[in-house]
Nanobody, 130 residues
């Protein structure tokens, strides 16, 4: 059973930077990190969960939501089975609970709604405020 654990959230001032991590365990010899599309979603109070960045295992491409493009970077460390989201130039509207998600059976695109992903972490709070 694949297990995801996020960490690294916190309070940061507008314009600051923060990196959140997602450690993934439970891979098999047949399905490793390379076989999983991974995504970062966030959810602000009273709002729906939205995807902000994802990596597609089938296309090898990384997708970013327009509102974070140029500010956020998704990366993967295969040695640590960890996915990162580096967030720069943070804005108050970036505040929310950040979740990582993974799924081995997504094809053509990773830019999909939350219900497309089978495996989720518990989330980490990111607050951007002065």
């Amino acid at each position: 059973q694949v297990h995801l654990v996020e960490s690294g959230g916190g309070l940061v001032q507008p314009g600051g930077s923060l990196s959140v991590s997602c450690a993934i365990s439970g891979f098999t010899s047949e399905f490793t990190l390379d076989h999983y599309s991974v995504a970062w979603f966030r959810q602000a109070p009273g709002k729906e969960r939205e995807g902000v960045a994802c990596f597609s295992s089938s296309t090898g491409k990384t997708f970013y939501k327009d509102i974070v493009k140029g500010r956020f970077t998704l990366s993967r460390d295969h040695a640590k089975n960890t996915v990162y989201l580096q967030m720069n130039s943070l804005k108050p509207e970036d505040t929310g609970v950040y979740y990582c998600a993974a799924d081995p059976l997504l094809f053509n695109t990773c830019n999909l709604p939350p219900n497309a992903y089978d495996h989720w972490g518990q989330g980490t709070q990111v607050t951007v405020s002065s």
